[in-house]
């Protein structure tokens, strides 16, 4: 279907036109030249008639007007029309063209000094301000969808509705059933390393130090700039909380809640999977979390073989891919087979057991009270969806790392060190071979590593 219309077009009526040429070129002599050629040239056969031949001094006057408009419409022209411009309209003109000049002079030197302190910020390892000064040269927003789609498809647009939806689909994400739960993993011993020392002053001091700036406040709008400022008094509060919890064990409600944004990823926006959940948890907490990492970091390098470049300083990407690209090349060189094993964990901080992550504490003997608290922080950790300025309903997480928590990826490495352990320890040993086996024509060696990769994706479910 659509829609036609159809509008008749006003025949104008023109009325008579004068034209007029542009006269001033008769000054160039090249042009008076010409125009002088052409009109003898024109006028000659006339000129050489008899006065008795029958033409009279309308034909005459006639021809005359006809020969000097065509020849001035060839060689002359209309003229261009000067408008009169008065002194106020002169003196605006000139003063809009300086105006104008200096707003680009100005605007070139403000980008030059933006970029000037995106290198300096760079430099200086801030990259927090160099990308929002990138993104407020650019000036690019992403869109975001108003509306939602249910379960079953169905558009939501009411912002309670949509509100639900989040909640419904984040409390599925963060209670996710694990199938490979085998009761004997956690039939590990307490652990032996039993040691209480109370936190020191000095911890506090440097976990203070160490909040970053410019982060989102969680749910007590504390940032962790107001944390910093508060000098010496915040110390002593943060010093008395922090060693409360280490020697109870229970941990404040606001320290134990996340909130739940969302930002957009790319593909379908109505599509709750194409959006990535960040949590803002409590920048006072950070304190006690960055307390607990740097007491938990020593044991857990004791535990993490050497291959491991996962979440570890100083073993970026880049180096990875290197290491890589250099294995192939030797094993090209020699004629060699090289195989590589990639494992996907999906949404792998989404998938990790709690209960068996403690049994992996206990069997790697990290101290128990370290445990006790970690454990009584998830056991009490709620998260709820923001959305359109409003928090849905408070719910538990069952299966996954906490996201935004310092400790997320220390204790996620030392979950995968157990299940990459008891999956190669019966090939492997403490070699590690298995990101690079060499696999040769001997079907005993092809076996073997099959065997490998199955018992690796069999301890992987503990994650799924």
């Not at 304190?287 to 004791?302: G, S």
């Not at 040993?429 to 994706?457: C, F, H, P, Q, W």
Request: hydrophobic fraction near 35%; aromatic fraction near 6%.
């Amino acid at each position: 279907m659509m829609t036609f219309a159809l509008r008749l077009k006003k025949n104008k009526k023109r009325g008579n036109i004068r034209i007029k040429f542009d006269v001033d070129k008769l000054k160039d002599p090249n042009i008076l030249t010409t125009f002088q050629v052409n009109i003898g040239g024109r006028f000659a056969p006339l000129l050489a008639l008899d006065n008795d031949q029958d033409l009279t001094h309308d034909d005459l006057a006639e021809t005359f007007n006809e020969t000097l408009t065509e020849e001035a419409s060839k060689l002359l022209g209309k003229p261009r029309v000067k408008k009169k411009e008065s002194e106020g309209s002169k003196q605006y003109r000139e003063a809009n063209l300086k105006v104008k000049r200096s707003i680009k002079e100005a605007t070139e030197k403000w980008i030059e000094d933006q970029c000037e302190d995106i290198e300096n910020s760079l430099k200086h390892n801030n990259s927090n301000k160099a990308y929002k000064i990138v993104k407020e040269l650019t000036d690019t927003k992403q869109a975001r969808a108003t509306t939602i789609e249910s379960k079953e498809g169905k558009c939501l647009t009411e912002e309670k509705e949509i509100l639900e939806r989040w909640t419904e689909y984040c409390s599925e994400l963060y209670t996710h059933v694990a199938t490979g739960k085998d009761p004997n993993v956690l039939n590990v011993p307490p652990s032996s390393n039993n040691a209480r020392h109370s936190i020191l002053r000095t911890e506090i001091i440097e976990a203070v130090s160490s909040l970053k700036p410019g982060k989102s406040a969680g749910i007590d709008n504390i940032t962790g700039e107001m944390v910093q400022a508060g000098g010496e008094a915040t110390i002593d509060m943060l010093f008395l909380i922090c060693n409360k919890i280490w020697q109870t064990g229970v941990w404040p409600k606001p320290w134990t809640q996340s909130l739940v944004i969302n930002l957009p990823k790319k593909g379908n926006l109505k599509l709750c999977q194409n959006y990535r959940t960040i949590s803002l948890i409590s920048h006072p907490s950070k304190v006690m979390l960055k307390v607990i990492l740097n007491r938990l970091k020593p044991e857990a390098e004791k535990i993490i073989v050497e291959e491991q470049a996962d979440f570890r300083p100083g073993r970026n990407t880049v180096e990875q891919i290197c290491n890589v690209r250099i294995l192939m090349e030797k094993y090209l060189q020699h004629q060699q087979e090289l195989h590589h094993v990639f494992i996907d964990f999906k949404k792998a901080f989404d998938r990790v057991w709690h209960e068996a992550l403690w049994s992996t504490m206990r069997k790697y003997n990290i101290n128990s009270n370290l445990i006790s608290v970690v454990k009584n922080l998830y056991n009490t950790a709620t998260s709820a969806v923001f959305c359109n300025k409003n928090i849905g309903d408070w719910s538990r997480t069952t299966v996954v790392v906490r996201q935004g928590c310092l400790l997320s990826s220390t204790l996620f490495n030392i979950f995968l060190e157990r299940i990459m352990t008891d999956a190669l320890e019966d090939h492997c040993g403490t070699d590690r071979e298995m990101i690079v086996m060499n696999s040769s024509a001997n079907e005993e060696k092809g076996g073997r590593g099959r065997r490998m990769i199955g018992e690796v994706l069999e301890g992987c479910d503990l994650l799924q």
